[in-house]
C-alpha cells in the first residue's frame, strides 16, 4: 500500500472488554513497531517485530497487552481486560530494514482507544 | 525516566518569528530525528542527524546534531502556520541485545498565529 494503514481509527469499549487493533505496513517493510501515545505525552515504545519474531518486547506495559504479526504484513495488538488508563493513542509504524537505515519510520495515523 | 528531554513543551508565536527547539540527553544516540505530528495523524519524519556536529537545512527549517550526539535542536526562521504541530525529536538507541530502540522525548507544541 502508499503508507501505514490501522484500523479502527477509533474505538470505545467498556473496561475489562478485550480490544483488537490492527496495522497494515508498507509493503516490503520488515520491521514493524507498536507506539503508545498518551495525551500531552510523548511516544512510548510497547513492541518491535523483525519479519514476525518480536526481538523486544520489553516495553509492553503489563501481561495484559500482547501482540503478533503473520506473513510479515498485518500485526494485531491485543489488550485484554482493558482498563481506563489503556486509553490512548495507538501507533504503529514500519520500517524497510532491521531497524530502519538510521532508524527512520513510517508511521500510520493511529487507533484512539478510549475505555470507559 | 525521561531519556530524552524537549523544551520548550508549548511555543505560541507570531507568524515571521523565529524560534528554537532543544532536545537534550545524558546518553548518546547513533542518530537522532526530528518529526512533525498533526493532530489525528502519526508522525512524519523531518529530517535524520547522525554526524556529531552535523547540520541539515530543510527550507526554513534548521537541524543541528549536538557534537556529542547527545541533544539536538531545531530552528524555524520566518515561522508560518502552516509550521503549527506537534515536534517531536527521537533518538535512536542500540540496546544490549543489539537491537534498536527508537526514544522520544515528549513533543514541543508548536502554534503560529497569523
Known amino acids: 500500500g502508499a503508507g501505514v494503514s490501522q484500523s479502527p481509527s477509533n474505538k470505545v469499549t467498556e473496561k475489562g472488554k478485550d480490544v483488537e487493533l490492527r496495522c497494515d505496513p508498507i509493503s516490503g517493510h520488515t520491521a514493524l513497531y507498536w507506539y503508545r501515545q498518551r495525551l500531552g505525552q510523548g511516544l512510548e515504545f510497547l513492541i518491535y517485530f523483525q519479519g514476525n519474531s518480536a526481538p523486544d518486547k520489553s516495553g509492553l506495559p503489563s501481561d495484559r497487552f500482547s501482540a503478533e504479526r503473520t506473513g510479515e504484513s498485518v500485526s494485531t495488538l491485543t489488550i485484554q481486560r482493558t482498563q481506563q488508563e489503556d486509553s490512548a493513542v495507538y501507533l504503529c509504524?514500519?520500517?524497510?530494514?532491521?531497524?530502519?537505515?538510521?532508524?527512520?519510520?513510517?508511521f500510520g495515523p493511529g487507533t484512539r482507544l478510549t475505555v470507559t | 525516566t525521561q531519556l530524552l528531554e524537549q523544551s520548550p513543551q508549548f511555543l505560541s508565536i507570531q507568524e515571521g518569528e523565529n524560534l528554537t527547539v532543544y532536545c537534550n540527553s545524558s546518553s548518546v544516540f547513533s542518530s537522532l530525528q526530528w518529526y512533525r505530528q498533526e493532530p489525528g495523524e502519526g508522525p512524519v519524519l523531518l529530517v535524520t542527524?547522525?554526524?556529531?556536529?552535523e547540520v541539515k537545512k530543510l527550507k526554513r527549517l534548521t537541524f543541528q546534531f549536538g557534537d556529542a550526539r547527545k541533544d539536538s535542536s531545531l530552528h524555524i526562521t520566518a515561522a508560518q502556520p502552516g509550521d503549527t504541530g506537534l515536534y517531536l525529536c527521537?533518538?535512536?538507541?542500540?540496546?544490549?541485545?543489539?537491537?534498536?530502540?527508537?526514544?522520544f522525548g515528549k513533543g514541543t507544541k508548536l502554534t503560529v498565529n497569523p
Open positions: 509504524a514500519s520500517s524497510p530494514l532491521y531497524g530502519g537505515l538510521y532508524g527512520e519510520q513510517y
Open positions: 542527524v547522525v554526524t556529531g556536529g
Open positions: 527521537a533518538g535512536l538507541l542500540i540496546t544490549q541485545g543489539g537491537s534498536e530502540k527508537l526514544v
